[in-house]
């Protein structure tokens, strides 16, 4: 394997997708050629070549300067059309549905265009259920990201993406408009709260880093090849996060009163929670989680409903900002009255 290339321990199946991804993308390809690519032996290569065909995809082989060279015959394959119940479409267009997040991304368009694929194929019978089925679920999105600025560079960064590219970004962190450069490996989309995240290897920091995509200004992608270390798992970057945030974890405990309690105890806020009620309706929740920011907001988003037990500088922060809500209303309220005194 050559230095810089990603380790490819494919199974046959994901081999074959491979193969047939570099065949449409390319007029011909050697069995050395998808050797490389594939990290297998020619053996291996020819017997997934077979398998190829034999799933209906027409290939043909002509010699090029000595070479046999594959592709495929046409763009055509003789393949069996897919069928769908109504449950299935019901399910597929659920997940259409929730993906309105998506808006304003390439993402949206393949996704659209996925669907129309899926309606050229569906049986006349299933038709007049269409427009139906698009309207079984509802979503409601508050607080919508603007992907207007990075929308021109998210198909390159979906090429970096598929193909382990390195990325050279331009990123503008929150607050500022002018943009950092970056250079980064590209491992992971991470989707939280109807936001779209990249989470990746940062060269210039030496580190794992999280970039939101609304805020890339410019993607260049390399052509060098990355590597995901063995055993990455994304889900463990955010093992000890409430949200996406992995700073200091600490013991959370937190009582919400009766009139909430149902929706509380209701929803996995952590893995590790316990819950327990109190005579009074009351819910008591404790969990271990980092990200103090993301806590406090949760926090308050229940208001007078919600009071912190533990840990104390989470309640002293949650109390700070409570002041100072406080002391900013009456501060606009005095105004306030002073401007009516006035015009009266």
């Not at 382990?164 to 250079?183: F, H, L, P, T, V």
Request: aromatic share 10%; charged share 30%; with cysteine.
């Amino acid at each position: 394997m050559q230095k810089g290339k990603p380790a490819k321990k494919y199974s046959q199946a994901g081999r074959l997708h491979t193969i047939i991804r570099l065949l449409e993308a390319r007029r011909g390809m050697t069995l050395d050629d998808l050797a490389e690519e594939c990290d297998v032996d020619r053996r291996t290569i020819h017997r997934d070549l077979n398998a190829v065909g034999e799933a209906g995809y027409s290939l043909t082989t002509e010699w090029q300067d000595g070479k046999k060279v594959y592709s495929f015959l046409t763009k055509s394959r003789n393949i069996p059309p897919i069928t769908f119940t109504l449950n299935q479409l019901m399910s597929l267009y659920l997940l259409r549905s929730l993906g309105v997040h998506l808006a304003g991304t390439p993402f949206q368009a393949e996704i659209e265009e996925l669907f129309r694929n899926i309606t050229s194929v569906l049986p006349d019978r299933y038709a007049a259920h269409l427009e139906r089925i698009a309207r079984v679920s509802l979503p409601i999105m508050h607080g919508a990201r603007d992907y207007s600025f990075a929308a021109a560079h998210l198909e390159e960064l979906q090429r970096a993406l598929l193909h382990q590219y390195r990325i050279r970004m331009d990123y503008a962190k929150q607050g500022r408009e002018a943009g950092e450069e970056y250079d980064v490996d590209p491992y992971t989309l991470v989707f939280h709260k109807g936001g779209i995240y990249l989470l990746g290897y940062a060269h210039n920091r030496k580190a794992m880093r999280l970039f939101a995509l609304e805020r890339v200004r410019g993607v260049a992608v390399t052509r060098q090849r990355f590597e995901i270390p063995a055993g990455y798992e994304p889900e463990g970057h955010f093992k000890s996060a409430f949200g996406l945030v992995s700073d200091t974890s600490m013991k959370v405990c937190v009582r919400f009163s009766a009139d909430v309690a149902h929706a509380v105890r209701e929803r996995v806020w952590r893995p590790d929670q316990k819950v327990r009620s109190d005579s009074e309706g009351r819910v008591t929740i404790e969990f271990e989680a980092a990200g103090e920011m993301e806590l406090v907001s949760w926090i308050l988003s229940y208001g007078a409903h919600a009071e912190v037990l533990e840990p104390p500088e989470l309640r002293r922060e949650v109390k700070r900002q409570v002041k100072e809500m406080r002391e900013f209303y009456r501060g606009k309220e005095k105004g306030q009255e002073k401007k009516t005194r006035k015009s009266s």
